[in-house]
């Protein structure tokens, strides 16, 4: 069963560095593009950009490029989404996805992060 | 920047049909694809490549195209279906983007 299992919840403060991960099992880990997807509070979903696992292939939406990086790590099937510092406006659930043959077909749990002094 | 357009809301009462337009002017070289999300879950994609259901996903949903517009139908509403439901495409770049999401409301 293909599953994508995300790290818990982290609550930040403004500047700080941040890491969540998403952990797929169940398929080869580096067949397949990973996406991350924002939901700010009460809000729609928003598009960052995907990266391939198998070579690290990583693509960035307009909206946030620079603000964010993908990575992922091969050797324990698990995409990462780092922040170097951030912002009060970086609060959202911030999910996972595994594009498949027919689309985006599975999805990690969320991770909810919150930026507050 | 690339764009879909959906309406913010849409309602229907139980057993009646409910649509969901989302459009965009790049939209006939790309595939579209409709999630379903409900209050305090993940999405869950419930139309891939324009029209196909995948396993799992009740008949009750389907999914068309003309030109520039795809719809999301929903046939015979049921109070289960009320959600925020989002379009999803790519542009020519392999750019995804969604669109701005439509509340479901059953009455």
């Known amino acids: 069963e293909v599953q994508l299992v995300q790290s818990g919840a982290e609550v930040k403060k403004p500047g700080e560095s941040l890491k969540i991960s998403c952990k797929g099992s169940?398929?080869?880990?580096?067949?397949?593009?990973i996406g991350w997807v924002r939901q700010m509070p009460g809000k729609g979903l928003e598009w960052m950009g995907i990266?391939?696992?198998?070579?690290?292939?990583?693509r960035y939406s307009p909206s946030f490029q620079g603000q964010v990086t993908f990575s992922a790590d091969r050797s324990v099937s698990t995409a990462y989404l780092h922040w170097r510092s951030l912002k009060a406006s970086d609060t959202a659930r911030y999910y996972c996805?595994?594009?498949?043959?027919?689309?985006?077909?599975?999805w990690g749990q969320g991770t909810l992060v919150t930026v507050s002094s | 920047s690339y764009e879909l357009t959906q309406p913010p809301s849409v309602s229907a009462s139980p057993g009646q049909t409910a649509r969901i337009t989302c459009s965009a002017d790049?939209?006939?070289?790309?595939?579209a694809y409709w999630f379903q999300q409900r209050p305090g879950q993940a999405p869950v994609m419930i139309i891939c490549?324009?029209?196909e259901r995948p396993s799992g996903i009740p008949e009750r949903f389907s999914g068309s195209r003309s030109g520039t517009t795809v719809t999301l139908t929903i046939s015979g509403v049921q109070a289960e279906d009320e959600a925020d439901y989002y379009c999803?495409?790519?542009?020519?770049?392999?750019?995804?983007?969604f669109g701005g999401g439509t509340k479901l409301t059953v009455l």
């Open positions: 996805a595994r594009l498949g043959t027919s689309g985006w077909n599975y």
């Open positions: 169940g398929y080869s880990f580096t067949s397949n593009w």
């Open positions: 990266i391939f696992p198998g070579d690290s292939d990583t």
């Open positions: 790049a939209l006939p070289n790309q595939y």
């Open positions: 490549k324009d029209i």
């Open positions: 999803q495409s790519a542009d020519s770049s392999g750019n995804w983007v």
